[in-house]
């Protein structure tokens, strides 16, 4: 009797959800470092060593589908038959890209998937910040309304200065529907976009003395890590908002408490984090700010065109097919 084909085996260096597992599964044998009894390291939470070494042979492809999940040069090098690295993630921080490319590793990521729903909550997050939705409701359902009257008024969106850190895919996204609302947009870039009508800033500290609100939408990289500081919330002004939907540690977290605090800065609409899931005690009080748990990026219909692209990406790699997806 003949036997089926064996599945190409697929490393999963971090537990995905029930939904993606049993995607995967179909068409691939899956490495799950998190069943092994030695296969997670317990301070960094990373694939052990002796996981990967065991299991050295037989890897020639990984998934990457957690931002504190890294991909680097100790990984590969227990790894030495492998070919691809596919992430779940449009930001590239948690794969060392160089490196991938000095050993001819191929590497994929979320291309445009997440882009629509990321840019869709950011314009949610200004739009609560400033008519101060989330707030109102809790003002409503604590009873406070009969007691205490009319809940204070929010601020207008239409006509604000909107400054983009970062005029990449998402960038561009939220550009156009904050356009739409009438904002006048700004952007810093690396690279001046000669192709785009907004007013380009050459640096975050200028873009924050021309805006009224800061939407924080760059990579993390080593150049762009704490990018928004003292010194550009200072800039911003007491009135001004900053929105971040990019990465927890493009915003330097302490200083921006600070300023809340003071009163130096008007507000914060939040979806990630500096330290996750840990989230200063002080932004969880203030009616200024609005929090969401790191779930711009996701919506039922993105979850789905995630699963499939990764499952996609991984048949074109074992069947020596371009990547759907592929970083160059």
């Not at 490196?99 to 909550?121: I, Q, Y």
């Not at 400033?130 to 969106?157: E, I, N």
């Not at 800065?265 to 609005?290: C, K, Q, S, T």
Request: glycine share 10%; aromatic share 6%.
């Amino acid at each position: 009797m003949e036997q089926p084909p064996q599945r190409p085996t697929v490393l999963v260096l971090r537990r995905i959800s029930a939904r993606f597992e049993e995607a995967l599964s179909k068409g691939f044998h899956l490495l799950k470092p998190w069943e092994a009894e030695d296969g997670v390291e317990a301070e960094s939470g990373q694939a052990s060593g002796a996981f990967l070494a065991r299991h050295a042979d037989s890897v020639r492809a990984v998934l990457c589908s957690d931002p504190g999940t890294r991909v680097e040069g100790r990984v590969m090098a227990l790894l030495p038959r492998l070919e691809c690295v596919v992430s779940t993630s449009m930001g590239l921080n948690n794969v060392d890209v160089a490196e991938c490319r000095r050993r001819g590793v191929a590497v994929a990521n979320a291309g445009s998937v997440f882009c629509e729903d990321t840019a869709d909550h950011a314009v949610g997050l200004l739009i609560d910040v400033l008519r101060r939705v989330s707030a109102g409701d809790r003002y409503v359902r604590s009873g406070r309304w009969p007691q205490q009257g009319d809940f204070p008024l929010g601020s207008k969106l239409g006509g604000k200065r909107v400054g983009i850190v970062g005029l990449g895919k998402i960038g561009s996204e939220i550009a156009g529907r904050l356009q739409a609302f009438g904002c006048v947009i700004l952007y810093h870039a690396r690279t001046r976009k000669t192709y785009v009508p907004y007013a380009y800033s050459p640096s975050v500290l200028d873009l924050a003395k021309q805006s009224d609100v800061l939407v924080v939408a760059c990579e993390l990289t080593d150049e762009t890590h704490h990018i928004i500081n003292k010194d550009v919330l200072s800039a911003l002004g007491k009135h001004g908002v900053v929105i971040n939907i990019g990465r927890g540690r493009l915003v330097d977290e302490k200083a921006l408490v600070r300023c809340l605090i003071q009163g130096e800065i008007g507000g914060a609409g939040l979806d990630v984090f500096e330290n996750e899931p840990d989230v200063p005690a002080e932004l969880r009080l203030m009616d200024n700010v609005v929090l969401s748990p790191h779930k711009a990026f996701l919506s039922q219909k993105s979850l789905s065109d995630i699963i499939q692209l990764t499952v996609q990406n991984l048949e074109a790699f074992f069947s020596n097919r371009p990547l759907l997806s592929p970083v160059t």
